[in-house]
């Protein structure tokens, strides 16, 4: 017998790669990288298939002999979230996939009760009822963070108009209301529930969080590795008037300190995580240090 086919959709993303590289270390399972552009494709799978979240029948040939797959859509190149979650559950059905894993988050509307809108959490949650009702003999819903990588990026420190390096955001930055981890590690839970069927697969939530911090929490990291940031809290209507988009930050951040990143009660969701896990997680001081050198 052959090894099991895992395939990976959003394999050239952060949480596709995770995927992938935690899979090949394991090493019980062939990998199968799923990409618009298999020809671009350089990461560590052991194949690459084309296939693409809007079609239905490419979809469906990519997954063909997988036993089991990893989904996650990308809001932030504009997906259709719903109809993408729909037409990746509909064409795993059509190949038999045995164990369905779905990339979601929290579902900010139900949460809040309309108060904060955050389409690119309650977006995906709404495609878990879909996951549910599919019938799969194993589904598995994991929850990312927020990654430390968005440190290099959209959260990266700017300059600050009184010369400092550092952030002004519309949030306390004494509450510790951020769950945080290396995006890579996410790889590692989904490795590790494609192992365990019998534990999480059944509809386990698996909510990925090395920490809870603050914004002074990730102040202190820095300043430990050397760097001093500094931070500005700044009102809700001051902010979201600073650029296109502020607007969709102030939202997210208010949920966010009223009720934490991945939502109330979800501490059993992150243990589960940690234990099904195939490998520690990377704690943001040692991240920080990994990286530090390659960002000045």
Known sequence: MGKKIIAVVGATGLQGKGVVNALIKEGSFKVRAITRNPNKYQGKADEVVQGDLMDLESLTNAFKDAYGVFVVTNFWEGADELAQGHIAVEAAKKANVNHFVWSTLPNVEKISNGRFDVPQFTGKAKVDEFVKNAGFANYTFVQPPCYFQ????????QQQQDGSIGWTLPIDPTKKVIHMADISDLGKVVAGAFLNPEKVG??????LSTEMNSFNDVLEAFKANGKEYSFNQVPTEVFSSFFEGAGAVAQLLAYFESYTYMGPNSEARI????????????????WIKLNALHHG
Not at 271 to 280: F, H, L, V, W
């Open 271 to 286: 243990q589960m995580a940690k234990k099904i896990s195939t490998e520690p997680f990377i704690p943001l001081s040692e």
């Open 150 to 157: 968005n440190f290099m990026g959209e959260l990266a420190p």
């Open 202 to 207: 059944k509809g386990s939530y698996l909510s």
